[in-house]
């Protein structure tokens, strides 16, 4: 069975992140990937120089276009940009209930530049959060979301997935994707919660710049893998192994003078 999948996310025209990175690690992991365009940026692998926001209603009227006629088994959501597009799809995705969210908080780039606005932040907490089944932050980015410093450590990191994990919904099993790839050293534990276990997925940081869209591409994995394995932890450790194989096999491309991309379709391109 060949599940569908949809991003909604913004435009990265170098096709390293977002939408057209969504797509690819979609694609390439066996669904047939849809699109809801959240934001317009102007960038490369060197840094962002605009953002275009999309208008609210035309949000809205390209998700309910697609769910009216599609059937989607999994949605990630990633780049929204401002607060009433967060609020809208919020609203949307809690009329179609689709059967699994990945929330990828994305805040900002790896340049840098932020591409989600203050006012934004707390209906992504407040209206997203507790629809997602498995949210996917960064240890910056779960600062934010709980208004405290970031995490330095390991130990840190349990304490900061068990409180993210209290902003999400009591009455079902949904998940917490701590990354830990901002940690000091070479090791690069990531944790996993549903706030009985406490999952530990352990990785080695690998020499190389081409990190650009790391975080959507593991989301955009974990989207694709959760229909078919029915299994979050399972689903987790699969897209942490093909990140890791995508970064490892980046040197393949040939892409810009920045951050380069992964390559999301190491398995498929000889």
Same mark, same amino acid.
């Given at each position: 069975?060949?599940?569908?999948?949809? !991003?909604?996310?913004?435009?990265?025209?170098?096709?390293?992140?977002?939408?057209l @990175?969504?797509?690819?690690?979609?694609?390439?992991?066996?669904? *047939?990937?849809?699109?809801?365009? @959240? =934001?317009?940026?102007a960038?490369n692998?060197?840094?962002?120089?605009?953002?275009?926001? #999309? !208008?609210?209603?035309?949000?809205?009227?390209?998700?309910?276009?697609?769910?009216?006629?599609?059937?989607?088994?999994?949605? &990630?959501?990633?780049?929204?940009?401002?607060?009433?597009?967060?609020?809208?799809v =919020?609203?949307?995705?809690? *009329?179609?209930?689709?059967?699994? #969210?990945?929330?990828?908080?994305?805040?900002?780039?790896k340049?840098?530049?932020?591409?989600?606005? &203050?006012?934004?932040?707390?209906?992504?907490?407040?209206?997203? #959060?507790?629809?997602s089944?498995?949210?996917?932050?960064?240890?910056? +980015?779960?600062?934010v979301?709980?208004?405290?410093? +970031?995490?330095?450590?390991?130990?840190?990191m *349990?304490?900061?997935?068990?409180?993210?994990?209290?902003?999400m919904? $009591?009455?079902?099993?949904?998940?917490?994707?701590?990354?830990?790839g $901002?940690?000091?050293?070479?090791?690069?534990?990531?944790?996993?919660?549903?706030?009985?276990?406490?999952? +530990?997925?352990?990785? &080695?940081?690998?020499d190389?710049?081409?990190?650009?869209?790391?975080?959507? !591409?593991?989301?955009? @994995?974990?989207?694709?893998?959760i229909?078919?394995?029915?299994?979050?932890?399972?689903?987790?450790?699969?897209? &942490?192994?093909?990140?890791?194989?995508?970064?490892?096999?980046?040197?393949?491309?040939?892409?810009? $003078?920045?951050?380069?991309?992964?390559?999301?379709?190491? @398995?498929?391109?000889?």
């Open positions: 069975m060949i599940f569908n999948t949809l !991003t909604i996310a913004g435009v990265d025209p170098s096709g390293g992140a977002g939408i @990175a969504d797509v690819k690690t979609m694609s390439a992991l066996g669904t *047939y990937a849809c699109a809801v365009v @959240a =934001a317009l940026t960038q692998t060197k840094g962002v120089s605009g953002v275009q926001p #999309i !208008t609210p209603d035309f949000v809205r009227q390209q998700i309910d276009t697609l769910f009216d006629d599609v059937h989607i088994d999994s949605v &990630k959501i990633g780049m929204l940009g401002h607060e009433p597009v967060t609020r809208m =919020a609203e949307r995705l809690a *009329y179609w209930m689709p059967d699994h #969210i990945v929330l990828d908080p994305v805040m900002v780039a340049s840098g530049d932020v591409l989600l606005d &203050k006012a934004a932040i707390a209906t992504l907490r407040e209206a997203l #959060i507790p629809l089944t498995v949210i996917t932050p960064n240890l910056p +980015e779960a600062g979301l709980l208004g405290e410093r +970031e995490a330095d450590s390991l130990k840190d *349990y304490r900061v997935a068990e409180r993210l994990r209290k902003l919904d $009591h009455h079902r099993t949904v998940w917490v994707m701590l990354k830990g $901002h940690l000091p050293g070479n090791d690069t534990v990531d944790l996993l919660t549903d706030g009985d276990r406490m999952i +530990e997925l352990p990785g &080695k940081r690998i190389t710049r081409n990190t650009h869209g790391t975080g959507c !591409t593991l989301s955009a @994995a974990l989207c694709a893998l229909p078919g394995t029915g299994d979050v932890p399972q689903a987790a450790t699969m897209a &942490k192994a093909y990140i890791e194989t995508a970064i490892a096999r980046s040197g393949q491309l040939n892409v810009g $003078h920045g951050h380069g991309p992964v390559h999301h379709f190491h @398995a498929l391109w000889s």
